[in-house]
């Protein structure tokens, strides 16, 4: 007959506590980062407790405690993104697997007190705001305890926008060879969108600095038949028209839209995406695009992560745009 093995009890701050010879609530104290009340000597008992013991305080109990969790909240928007936001989204989750945090990705919705409820529910340590909160959710966050990082102040001027940048970007490539008729390609899409606004605002900027007219808005589904239909209506004119577009995805789809037309690439139509993504540059004709370095913010983003529970937190820094940078192709 085999005899059963029971499986090793979970050492608790009660064992903790009685290795170390002091109280629970002393325990609790030290482990939670509130030990600085107590002797060098009292603190060194309980830590060396604690290792012998290999005891992991229970993350529930700790936000019980200290009404916070060991969660970081990433706030992204419900949007259709490409590969800067998913990388971003990726080095933060290894920074915060560094300092012991569970990351979750939230999809912020229509209503901004339901994603600010949403939040509150995990009790976050901190939230990573990817250009969601308003002041004042930023305001509940942290009386509620919870760090928003990155900690930078971006000033009210619409032009210090990292999608303003693009648009203004998008515009001075596809002029480069000389005037056109500039249009905005949207992603026909039912979530939210909220980086095209800027996009396009930053295309007619550039069209004005180059005293052209407001280009044109049009919203190109990813779909062959109805791409080449949207694309149709706008190229009514007999001069080259030349598109910026959301993404590499929507710049596919009016590449693709152009050639059904019988247009000629780039001399009747010239076509511009963002993301740099790789798809982009295996396809013939090999797209312009262009690349954001977000290297800067997510410097800022692990500075701020490594500064969580300390007394004072780092000061809001100006914020910086990232680079942007074209990367020429076959269609412009």
């Given at each position: ?119 509150l529910h995990f009790r976050p340590v901190a939230v990573v705001d990817m250009g969601i909160l308003g002041a004042d959710e930023r305001e509940v966050l942290h009386h509620s305890g919870a760090a928003v990082i990155p900690r930078i102040h ?179």
């Amino acid at each position: 007959m085999t005899a059963e093995t029971k499986p090793a009890k979970r050492p608790t701050s009660f064992d903790v506590a009685k290795r170390a010879g002091v109280s629970r609530a002393t325990v609790s104290h030290v482990l939670n980062g509130q030990g600085s009340r107590f002797p060098e000597e009292t603190r060194a008992k309980v830590l060396k407790a604690a290792e012998e013991l290999n005891y992991q305080p229970s993350p529930a109990g700790r936000a019980l405690v200290t009404g916070r969790s060991d969660i970081l909240v990433i706030l992204v928007p419900n949007t259709t993104f490409g590969s800067n936001l998913q990388d971003l989204v990726d080095n933060v989750t290894s920074h915060a697997a560094a300092h012991g945090l569970s990351v979750v990705v939230r999809f912020a919705g229509s209503n901004p007190g339901e994603t600010l409820a949403a939040i509150l529910h995990f009790r976050p340590v901190a939230v990573v705001d990817m250009g969601i909160l308003g002041a004042d959710e930023r305001e509940v966050l942290h009386h509620s305890g919870a760090a928003v990082i990155p900690r930078i102040h971006t000033p009210e001027d619409p032009t210090h926008d990292i999608n303003h940048v693009i648009g203004r970007t998008m515009a001075k490539a596809l002029l480069r060879n000389g005037p056109r008729q500039l249009a905005y390609a949207a992603l026909l899409d039912e979530r939210l969108d909220p980086f095209g606004p800027g996009r396009y605002e930053g295309m007619k900027a550039g069209a004005r600095a180059e005293g052209l007219p407001e280009p044109e808005r049009l919203e190109i589904p990813l779909e062959l038949g109805r791409a080449s239909a949207a694309l149709a209506a706008v190229k009514a004119k007999d001069s080259p028209l030349a598109v910026g577009c959301y993404n590499d995805d929507v710049a596919l789809a009016v590449v693709a839209a152009g050639r059904a037309l019988g247009l000629r690439i780039p001399d009747d139509l010239s076509v511009v995406g963002v993301d740099a993504t790789a798809i982009g540059q295996l396809v013939s004709p090999r797209l312009t695009t262009i690349r954001i370095h977000n290297a800067p913010l997510m410097e800022r983003i692990a500075a701020d992560l490594a500064a969580l529970g300390r007394a004072e937190a780092p000061a809001p820094q100006p914020a910086s745009l990232p680079e942007v940078t074209v990367l020429t192709g076959e269609t412009t």
